[in-house]
């Protein structure tokens, strides 16, 4: 327990030296680097931005801690008393490790799409997509609220992962996924495009256009979104950051103000299926009477 809660183990902790790093790196290329003949210049970083992000990441990590402190005890009990002795994998094996990734990965899919699909979700999650700049700095900016994570590793003891080796798949899960915020790469190989979440395919994901809306959920494989539909190629470069801008850097406003409008129509909602839909139903939703227009009323 306390090696799991240790910062010093987490593969995360000795990743932030190379993010840091590849920051730089990435600063350096969009500085000196011909971007003339793109028919629309990288985003690039503007300080505030970049600096309101870092700071969400770093506060994430405190939040991040409570998520894997709470979880950790019931992954534990489930693991111990209700996955049978059969299902329990030996966790010092080469196929182990492939599996725990593969599903640590699809696990994150499903997850990524809840958030998005589901506004109760998407108001944790909407402040990853509130930059309208794509870069490096971008990917730390966290949400402070994981916990519908919990749900979906829940399966995972079920099936035979032992708890502490979740922690670690997913660690290397996000590590792997901060390589995937810049547009200083273009698209890779095709059998690279093929199989794994790119840089293309996530500048799709963080697109507010209307035919990149809700696509390329994937961390690591994008095979996930070939599979389940929610595949769309780049064809031109996105318009980053969310449908409605939320014009601030203030924190708080960005983390929680999602939740703040959340509250404020379920308390003046009249009836329990409006009340369940602002919570349950997709971002935006409104009930019916409220997006009829007059002429359009019964």
Request: proline content about 7%; glycine content about 6%.
């Amino acid at each position: 327990m306390h090696d799991l809660l240790d910062p010093w183990k987490n593969p995360v902790t000795y990743a932030v030296p190379f993010f840091l790093l590849t920051i730089a790196i990435e600063l350096a290329a969009l500085k000196w680097l011909d971007h003339e003949s793109d028919d629309r210049p990288p985003t690039g970083y503007q300080g505030r931005d970049a600096r309101t992000s870092m700071g969400m990441g770093a506060i994430s990590l405190f939040f991040s801690l409570a998520l894997k402190v709470g979880s950790f005890f019931v992954y534990i009990a489930v693991f111990e008393y209700a996955t049978p002795d059969a299902l329990k994998m030996p966790t010092d094996t080469w196929w182990y490790w492939v599996l725990l990734i593969a599903a640590v990965d699809l696990s994150f899919y499903l997850s990524h799409r809840f958030v998005h699909r589901v506004n109760i979700g998407w108001a944790a999650h909407q402040a990853h997509h509130s930059s309208e700049y794509m870069n490096f700095a971008t990917a730390l900016r966290q949400k402070w609220n994981p916990w519908f994570e919990f749900v979906f590793w829940l399966p995972l003891p079920f099936l035979g992962f032992s708890p502490w080796t979740i922690y670690v798949a997913f660690g290397f899960n996000l590590i792997y996924q901060f390589f995937t915020h810049t547009e200083v790469i273009g698209k890779l190989p095709r059998p690279i495009e093929l199989v794994m979440n790119t840089p293309s395919h996530h500048r799709v994901h963080h697109g507010s256009d209307p035919e990149y809306l809700d696509k390329n959920y994937a961390g690591i494989l994008i095979i996930w979104d070939r599979m389940f539909g929610t595949f769309v190629e780049e064809k031109q470069r996105p318009k980053y950051g969310l449908t409605k801008p939320v014009g601030t850097y203030n924190m708080i406003k960005l983390q929680y103000g999602d939740y703040a409008k959340i509250v404020r129509n379920v308390r003046a909602a009249r009836s329990w299926r409006d009340r369940l839909g602002y919570l349950f139903g997709p971002p935006g939703w409104e009930p019916r009477q409220k997006t009829l227009s007059p002429a359009g009323a019964d």
